[in-house]
């Protein structure tokens, strides 16, 4: 029976991952969790889980966690997963990312070294993009814009320096924008779904507040993801770098106007200063043609769904409160 470590479970990808896994036949699922995150997100498979909590930041926690559950897969998708976050709260971020990937491949190493392991990267490790140069793909030079693009370069890199000095079997995804019910508010396409639900349950003014509406990001939906994790740690050699992506770059304010098409009310939109950013970069678009050779995956979740679904969570959401 195949044996699965999530670290970060209880986020988007880490809880709908464990969600995902549980229903493949003999997998058997173990997660690591924080002691005071939110575990609502894995409550529907909590009985089918075995939990171990403790901090990324710990070694000893990660490393009593790794030797009890002996898993012959390893997701770490614990992070400070933030890039507006990281700016505050740099040091804190490169704790988070840096150092607690060091526990976890350490713990791997000492006590299940056979163990496939993915390490979650992002697209911020890109940086600024010039536009003759998208889509990106993974050879493309990396000069992060953020502490937070900084601190996933350096998790990449562990991960590959941990298989050619020890052989551990490492995968690593620079994973592009993934998005799902389970994401909180604290990105754009979320902000915009929820000030329109808000506005539609008349608890908000009719003004959706917005940042820059310029940039082009490259979304996946977390259901597709979980897909391809599955998918690219039972095929992918050691070693690798794949981009995670959907390989379409849409533009903020489309989404944008999406959203305002599926809204119930005519509403006004007014920039809102605090929500711009020191720097962003104008296009984030993948190529993930490396990643569906290697797995035979491909997206299936559009944007035009993703925003009926976000609006539809955030309207049940609303009526909840």
């Known amino acids: 029976m195949p044996k699965v470590l999530i670290t970060g479970a209880t986020g988007p990808v ?5 969600e995902y896994l549980v229903r493949q036949p003999g997998v058997s699922v173990s997660v690591f969790k924080r002691w005071r995150s939110d575990p609502r ?3 529907p498979i909590i009985d089918r889980l075995a939990i171990y909590e403790g901090d990324i930041e710990d070694p000893y926690a990660v490393a009593d966690t790794v030797a009890h559950a002996q898993p012959d897969f390893v997701y770490h998708l614990a992070a400070q997963s933030y890039p507006s976050a990281s700016w505050g709260a740099p040091v804190a971020t490169m704790r988070a990312n840096v ?17 496939r392991v993915h390490i979650a990267g992002s697209s911020a490790q890109y940086g600024v993009v010039a536009p003759e140069a998208v889509p990106i793909q993974e050879s493309h030079p990396m000069r992060p814009a953020s502490p937070y693009g900084i601190s996933k370069v350096a998790q990449e890199l562990l991960g590959l320096q941990y298989f050619d000095s020890y052989g551990i079997h490492t995968v690593v995804t620079r994973s592009f924008n993934h998005v799902g019910t389970r994401q909180g508010d604290r990105t754009a396409i979320q902000t915009f779904c ?5 506005i539609e349950a008349g608890r908000q003014d009719p003004i959706i507040q917005v940042g820059n509406l310029e940039p082009r990001r490259d ?22 770098v794949y981009n995670m992506c959907s390989g379409v770059a ?4 489309d989404i944008l106007d999406i959203v305002l098409a599926q809204g119930t009310v005519p509403v006004q939109i007014v920039v809102d200063p605090a929500r711009l950013r020191p720097v962003d970069e104008p296009i984030l678009r993948g190529d993930n043609s490396r990643l569906r050779k290697i797995t035979g995956w491909e997206p299936r979740i559009g944007m035009e769904q993703i925003i009926t679904e976000l609006l539809e969570f955030w309207r049940m959401h609303i009526r909840e409160e």
């Not at 880490?14 to 464990?18: I, K, N, R």
């Not at 150092?99 to 163990?115: D, I, K, M, Q, S």
């Not at 929820?194 to 808000?198: E, K, P, V, Y």
Request: hydrophobic share 50%; net charge positive; no cysteine.
């Open 14 to 18: 880490g809880s709908t991952l464990a």
């Open 41 to 43: 997100a894995l409550a």
């Open 99 to 115: 150092e607690g990937t060091v526990h976890l491949l350490e713990a791997v190493r000492r006590h299940a070294p056979a163990a």
């Open 194 to 198: 929820r000030q329109m639900a808000l």
């Open 219 to 240: 979304y996946t939906h977390v259901d597709d993801v979980a897909r391809a994790l599955w998918a690219l740690l039972q095929h992918a050699p050691g070693g690798t």
């Open 250 to 253: 849409t533009r903020m304010g």
